[in-house]
C-alpha cells in the first residue's frame, strides 16, 4: 500500500515489518522522529519488541550488542555527534560480528554546532567493518532496512543505513509499504549460530592473543589477526550475498536493480557525475538540462559504499573522459573519501587499460547548505568545461 | 564580498539579537505583571528578580517594576512558573491583536 | 498554471498545522493522479509561534529535485499577520495565486500581477466549533476554490481521516465553509 510519510517514518515501519525485538536508542535530531515512531508502535503493542530508553548513544549500541548476543534482532539509529559517541561500541559490533541494523541520519558533526544535512558523521565511520548502504529516497529507505536485516544475518555483519538529515528524513513523499507476510516471507526469524546460553556459558570478546591458541577441546583458535582478517574477508565476500538479498528481494516484491551502484544515462555518457544519497537525484535533474544542451553527462548513484564495490565501479566508468565526485563530507587534509576511494579503483581496475578518466572533486551542502539545483547544474557544466581546482572545489563557498 | 577576513575562524557569538530576528513574533502568549503581588513592587525595593534571573532570553529588566522587552520576548512562560508570589500571568496573545484592531 | 507540475508554497508559523494541511493536499493529490508529490518543511527551526515555510511540489511524475520551491505557482498563508513578517510572494509566477486567510475585505488588498482568494479562516473556524487559531483545515477549502484543482469532495475526505481522532467533522465542515465562502475576486 502506498502512503505519504517521511523518511523516519519509513524507517521505522521497515523495523516494525522486519519484527525487530529489542530497539535502544537516545534521541538526536534529525533521527529523534524514528525512534519516537518505534516507541509508539511498542508502547501501543503494534510491535512486539523490548524499547530500551538508554542515557546515551554509546548505551544504546551497548544495549544492542548484549541483545543480539543473546539471540535478539536489534536496532537504533543515530545522528552526527551521537554516532561519534558511539564509536567505540560500532567497532566492538563488528567485531564481534553481530548483525545489529542501525540507521544514521545524516548530519553534519560538531564544532560549530548544526543540525543539519551532510555526511560526515557516517563517512568518519568508513573503517569500522560495517556495511554502509545510502539511500536516495523513502522507498529505498524502507526497502533497504528490510534487505539490511537479511544481510547482515547472512553475513553476521552490522549494518549502517544511511538517508540524508531532513532532506530525506523531514521530506514526505509516497512509498509503497510492503505487506507483513510477504516480509516474513522474505525474512526468517533470526537464528544465530550462538546465543548467549546459561548453559552453554562463555566469554566472549576477552583478551585475544596476538597468536593463535589451542581451545579447551584442543581445537586450534584464532589470535587477533586471523579475527580481523575474517571481518575483512566477510566484507568482500559480502558483495556477492548483497548481490543476492538484491535478487532476493526482486523475487519477493517485485522491485529492486543493481545493489551497488545506480546509474542514469551513463551508458553514452563522456562525462559521469558520482555522489551518494539524495543528491544524486538531484544530479539527475543537472543531467537531463544538460543533456538538452548537447553535453553527454550521466549521473551514478554509489549505494554501497563499505564494502566499496570497486570492480562495479569501475566497469561503469569505464571509457568515460571525466569523472566528477559530489561529496558531503571530506577526509580533513587531503579531499573526500568516496574521491580517494573511486580513484582507487579506477587505477587498480582501469590502469592496464592504459585510459584513466580524470577526476574531480566537488564538496557540496556542507551543515546543510542549499544546493540549489540551477548551482549544481551550472557548477557541472563548468567541471565539464575544464578542471575547476586541483584540490577539492566548495560549491557555494561565501568566503 | 565574503567572509575571508572576518576576525575569526571559529562560531563565536555575543549576547544580543540572535539569528532568529525579531523573536517576539513567535509569542502565542504574553506575560503580563500584576504590580500589587510583584515583590519589588510591593516593597519599593530591589528585591526578588527571580524573573529577571530565569528568563532564557534576558529581555526582563531589573528594575521596578520588572519590564518586558516584548520585541524579542518568545512567550515560554518561565517567568510566570517561577514567580514566587504568582505575579506574572501568560495572557493568549490573540486578546491584544484584537485590542490592537480596535 | 501548468497542471502536470504545481508548487505550492505554504506560510504559517509554528505549530498552526501547515505542515498538516500540506500532507492533506499531497495525499489527495497522490490519489487523484500525481505520481509525484513532494511536502518539505522548513528544516529545523520549527518553533511555536515562528513563521515557517513548507514547499509542496505536485507532479504526474517522479519528482527527483526536493530543494524547496523558488517560483510558486500559489502561497497560502495561513495567518495575515505573516505579510508583515515574510516576503510571501517571493518568487511567486506571474498570475500566480495568493491564499490568504485575514479579517480583511478582499478589496483592502492590492497585489499587482497577482490573483489573491481571501476568506476569514479564523473565524469560520471558531463558528464550527474549532479552537481559536486551528485554521489548517478551513484553509484547504479556500485553497481549492482558488485552484480548482483535485475537487472539494476528496480533500473533505482526506480532512475527515487526518482529523479522526480529533473533531474531523468541525474540521472538514470548516473546509466546507471556508471553500464557499472564499473570495477570488473575479
Given at each position: ?12 515501519l ?54 543480539s548476543s ?26 564481534a560480528?553481530?548483525?545489529?541494523v542501525?540507521?544514521v541520519?545524516?548530519r ?21 567493518g ?32 544511511c ?20 516480509v ?76 551497488f ?34 553535453i ?5 548513484g ?6 566499496f ?40 581496475h582501469?590502469?592496464p ?47 | ?14 549576547h ?87 | ?24 493536499v ?10 509525484g ?30 530543494t ?6 500559489i ?65 484547504i ?17 482526506g ?6 481522532t ?12 471556508a ?8
Open positions: 500500500m502506498h502512503i505519504i510519510e517521511n523518511g523516519n517514518v519509513a524507517a521505522a521497515g523495523v516494525r515489518l522486519c519484527r525487530a525485538g529489542v530497539i535502544a536508542a537516545y534521541p538526536i535530531t534529525p533521527q529523534t522522529p524514528l525512534t519516537e515512531r518505534l516507541s509508539e508502535y511498542v508502547e501501543s503493542g503494534d510491535m512486539k519488541a523490548e524499547y530500551i530508553p538508554v542515557e546515551s548513544e554509546h548505551s544504546a549500541l551497548a544495549v544492542c550488542i548484549a541483545a543473546a539471540g535478539a534482532r536489534t536496532f537504533t539509529a543515530t545522528s552526527a555527534n551521537g554516532l561519534l559517541y558511539m564509536h567505540e561500541q560500532v567497532q566492538w559490533a563488528s567485531g560480528r553481530l548483525p545489529i542501525m540507521c541520519v545524516n553534519a558533526v560538531g564544532a560549530p554546532w548544526n543540525v543539519w544535512n551532510d555526511q560526515q558523521d557516517s563517512i568518519s565511520q568508513r573503517d569500522t560495517w556495511i554502509q548502504i545510502y539511500c536516495c529516497d523513502h522507498q529505498q529507505i524502507i526497502d533497504t532496512v528490510i534487505k539490511a536485516f537479511w544481510l547482515a544475518e547472512k553475513v553476521s555483519i552490522p549494518i549502517m543505513v538517508y540524508d538529515g531532513y532532506i530525506l528524513s523531514h521530506t514526505y513523499m509516497p512509498f509503497d509499504v510492503p505487506d507483513q507476510e510477504k516474513d516471507a522474505f525474512l526468517p526469524p533470526f537464528k544465530p549460530e550462538y546465543a548467549l546460553d546459561p548453559d552453554q556459558p562463555a566469554n566472549l570478546n576477552t583478551v585475544t592473543l596476538p597468536d593463535v591458541r589451542v581451545d579447551v577441546h584442543g581445537e586450534l583458535a584464532h589470535g587477533y589477526m586471523e579475527i580481523r582478517y575474517l571481518l575483512q574477508e566477510d566484507l568482500r565476500t559480502t558483495l556477492k550475498a548483497a548481490a543476492e538479498a538484491e535478487q532476493r528481494f526482486a523475487q519477493h516484491f517485485g522491485r529492486g536493480g543493481d545493489p551502484i545506480e546509474p542514469y544515462r551513463c551508458a553514452d555518457a563522456d562525462f559521469v557525475a558520482v555522489g551518494m544519497g539524495s543528491i544524486t537525484y538531484q544530479l539527475r535533474v543537472c543531467v537531463d538540462a544538460l543533456r538538452k544542451e548537447g553527454r553527462v550521466g549521473v551514478m554509489v549505494r554501497y559504499y563499505r564494502p564495490p570497486d570492480e562495479a565501479i569501475a566497469g561503469a566508468l569505464k571509457g568515460k573522459q571525466g569523472v566528477i565526485v559530489f561529496e558531503k563530507a571530506l577526509s580533513y587534509g587531503y579531499e573526500g573519501a568516496l574521491a580517494s576511494d573511486l580513484k582507487s579503483a579506477l587505477y587498480e582501469l590502469a587499460t592504459g585510459s584513466l578518466p580524470t577526476v574531480q572533486n566537488l564538496i557540496a551542502g556542507i551543515g546543510g547548505r542549499e544546493i540549489r539545483t540551477e548551482d549544481l547544474t551550472q557548477t557541472l557544466r563548468a567541471a565539464i568545461h575544464e578542471r575547476i581546482s586541483k584540490e577539492p572545489h566548495w560549491i557555494g563557498l561565501k568566503l | 564580498m565574503g567572509t575571508r577576513n572576518y576576525r575569526r575562524k571559529t562560531s563565536h557569538s555575543e544580543g539579537p540572535g539569528d532568529g530576528g525579531r523573536t517576539g513574533s513567535w509569542r502565542v502568549e504574553r506575560p503580563v505583571l500584576d504590580q500589587s503581588v510583584c515583590t519589588p513592587c510591593k516593597r519599593n525595593k530591589e528585591s526578588c528578580f527571580i524573573c529577571w534571573l530565569f528568563c532564557p532570553e534576558i529581555v526582563i529588566s531589573r528594575t521596578i517594576p520588572p519590564t518586558f522587552n516584548l520585541e524579542y520576548c518568545k512567550g515560554c512562560g518561565i517567568c510566570a512558573e517561577e514567580c514566587p508570589t504568582k505575579a506574572i500571568t501568560m495572557v493568549d496573545e490573540a486578546k491584544f491583536a484584537e485590542e490592537e484592531k480596535e | 498554471m501548468n497542471k502536470d507540475f504545481i508548487e505550492i508554497r505554504w506560510h504559517g508559523r509554528g505549530g498552526q498545522g501547515a505542515i498538516t494541511a500540506a500532507k492533506i499531497a495525499g489527495a493529490a497522490f490519489v487523484s493522479g500525481y505520481a508529490v513532494v511536502m518539505a518543511p522548513t528544516f529545523g527551526t520549527e518553533r511555536r509561534g515562528a513563521p515557517v515555510m513548507t514547499s509542496l511540489k505536485l507532479s504526474k511524475e517522479k519528482i527527483y529535485d526536493l524547496p520551491i523558488e517560483t510558486p505557482d502561497v497560502v498563508v495561513l495567518d495575515h499577520l505573516l505579510l508583515n513578517e515574510a516576503d510571501v510572494t517571493h518568487g511567486l509566477k506571474p498570475g500566480g495565486i495568493i491564499v490568504l486567510n485575514t479579517p480583511m475585505a478582499h478589496d483592502a488588498y492590492h497585489f499587482k500581477n497577482y490573483r489573491l482568494a481571501t476568506a476569514d479562516v479564523t473565524a469560520i473556524s471558531v463558528e464550527t466549533g474549532l479552537p481559536h487559531g486551528m485554521v489548517n483545515a478551513g484553509i477549502g479556500s485553497l481549492e476554490k482558488a485552484m480548482n484543482l483535485l475537487g472539494i469532495e476528496i480533500l473533505i475526505k480532512i475527515e481521516e487526518e482529523f479522526r480529533r473533531k474531523p467533522q468541525n474540521n472538514s465542515r470548516a473546509a466546507k465553509i471553500y464557499e465562502r472564499t473570495i477570488t475576486g473575479e
